[in-house]
């Protein structure tokens, strides 16, 4: 398949930081990539860098096979971007910021109109549209930092953590129009320190640490890559001197007053949900309560680094 | 090939943010300089009745012309480009089909065109409030023309170069006001001892006011031909050093 964008050795230092250290992605055409890692971790430095606001110092960016500096012309008119940071104007409306938006993109003024006019209602922006940006909530601004990656009706969104400090509401609407994006063809770039988000979101997921992609793949094969899940049982009193039964599984029982729990430790928690039920009711244990604790992305990057991703 | 539409949008952009608040960019220039002719003019007149055949409130003129458009085109470019930078502006563009060139090129088009406008403003007020005679009108466009691009190129050099508000008005109060003030706006080069005289030929400032004055009244201390190039002399440093800069992205991109 295609490849959308192509980064070979991407590395970048600033001052004596050492900020990128030979970072390799291959994004195909269509993909819904997330970039995931801690605050730090270079996700917005390569995305600077594949954007034109950061120097490249060496390595190489290519957008559908077209090197980012000597066709930066082509190359960015096939990019929009959404920063992770609001910027501000003292001047402007909105919409006109977003019909010069437009406009930088070499799309005249006449056909930029209903572009922007479409993509403010589709975010909620239309009633705002004569406010400058100063006047707008936060959400507002993320809503408006989106459309301006719109306007040029990029092949590829590059989204620097667009749910950051928004509300749930505002979240899950952006979450869906980014599925919406997706399902329309566009290759979303999300780079995100939410692992729910990448989760929910990304079909295929890169774990950046300290400048590096420590491991890749789909969101579900990284996950199993770190295996384990745990399903916590909360029962009533049982014959501890009977426990037999439950040796095919790795298990550790503790007492807390009248409860006893286990917590069954398992590779598959919902294939194995059913089996462990099975045998505890067969063996008379009375259950109160289960619990399904899943592997997530988190597991799968404490397991990489040591640590977990928002520490 | 040119994004000629990304580059007129920015230009656009530039034009419209300061006509967006004339109260700041173009009305101040025209009341200081009226009040310059009034006081400067009118109560100095008793005392320098004439300098070089030509009354004092009239010799002025060209220097309050000058003092408007060096000011004008230079603010304009340093205070719009450090605004971006602060406000995180620059992204915008930084990440479109618009080349550094072209970017760096709108800048300057918009100060110039600013300063041009307070120029011809301040000249309009002068020929009808002191009835100011204009010698050679097309030398006189063509002077405010190429000082304001040659001032709106520094001040986008200025604004490439700050980080913070203040470095721009250390630059415009420690630097360029004393040189237009020292550059003859308000005397002949002629009235000063011979040291003086001497530091002012090295000012540039004074070679831009002197060439406007010769053509507004055809009176000048210094040969016209020698104005003339250094004014282009300055114009081709100050675009080239400023350009250049944008293209490498200095302080613009991380």
Redesign the interface.
Known sequence: MELAIDIKDLKKS?KNTLALNGIDLQIKKGQFYGLLGPNGAGKT?TI?II?????LEEGSVSIFGKDIIKD???T??K?G?S?Q????????SIEK?LL??A???????SNAKPIVEKIMKKLGIYEKRKNKIRSLSGGMKRRFQIA?ALV?DPDILIMDEPTAGVDVELRHMLWDYLKEMHKNGKTILLTTHYIEEAEKLCDYVSIINEGKIVSEGKPEELIQSVGKGSIDVELNKMNKSKLDFLEPFKYTLSTKEDMDKIIFSVNNPEKSLPKIIDILTKNNCELNNVRILKPNLEDVFVSLTGRKIND | MINWIGFSTLTYREISRFFSVWRQTIVPGLITSGLYMIIFGLTLQKRISEIDGVSYTIYILPGLIMMNVITNALNNTASSMLQMKLLQQMQDMLITPLSNFEMALAFIIGGTLRGFINGILVLLLGMFLVQMPVEKPLLVLFLLFIVSWAFSSAGLLVGILSETWDNIATILNFFVTPLIFLGGVFYSIDMLPPFWRQISLVNPIYYVINGLRYSILNIGDTSFSISIIMTIFMTIVFTSISIWLFKIGFRIKN
């Open positions: 600033y430095t600077g954007t034109g606001l950061v120097k930066f012309r082509y960015r008119s990019i971007v920063p940071d609001f910027n501000s104007d003292w001047f402007f910021l010069f938006q406009g930088y993109y070499g799309i005249p003024s301006k040029n």
